[in-house]
């Protein structure tokens, strides 16, 4: 199997951590909880956890693509990359939470406490990364048939004039 462009998973973990974003935003706003949420966030911890959520998404997706050509896939391959996807993210879905909890318990002075509530948070957050996961990854197949479907397939190069031009770069007349 041919390894993914490189730049997908790049792509990927960049529209996954903005969705997620946007999507934590406009329930906090519908809740009316955003201005209380927000309220003693700074630029600087905001990017921090942006960026550790961009790395979580690129890092996931990095893993699910391993191995699929999604150019061509084979039969098989959508179920496939669907359970690597919903996995890493189950997997991303209790390290997140598990380390929240943590942070916060542990902030809070709970100590002991703190280790429980992680490792409960973390069975929560491992099912909730696994629909997230499945749904994205669901999500991301279908966008790349898409853009298959509407890209055109790239030329192939055309062949060596009759006469031993190969290697030799054309130059249009005039230009030396």
């Keep these: ?6 730049l997908l998973p790049w792509a990927f973990g ?13 329930v906090l706003h519908w809740t009316r909880g955003l201005g209380s949420t927000l309220h003693g966030l700074g630029t600087g911890p905001g990017a921090l956890l942006f ?22 896939p084979r039969a098989g391959d959508a179920a ?3 359970g690597r996807a919903a996995g890493l993210g189950g997997l991303a879905g209790a390290a997140t939470v598990a380390v929240a909890a943590a942070a916060l318990g542990l902030a809070s002075g709970a100590g002991p406490v703190a280790v429980l509530l992680a490792g409960f948070g973390a069975l929560f957050g ?8 499945a749904l994205l990854g669901a999500l991301d197949a279908r966008l790349v048939a898409l853009a298959t479907r509407l890209a055109p397939a790239p030329a192939e190069p055309a062949p060596a004039a009759a006469g031993g031009g190969e290697g030799q ?8």
Excluded: I
């Excluded at 960049?14 to 406009?26: E, R």
């Design 1 to 6: 199997m041919a390894e993914p462009e490189p």
């Design 80 to 82: 496939a990359l669907l």
């Design 169 to 176: 770069t054309f130059m249009p007349p005039g230009q030396v």
């Design 14 to 26: 960049a529209f996954h951590a903005t969705l997620l974003v946007a999507l934590a935003v406009a």
């Design 51 to 72: 960026a550790a959520l961009w790395g979580l998404a690129w890092w996931t997706a990095a893993r699910a693509l391993q191995g699929f050509d999604l150019a061509a």
């Design 126 to 133: 491992f099912a909730g990364g696994l629909v997230v996961g």
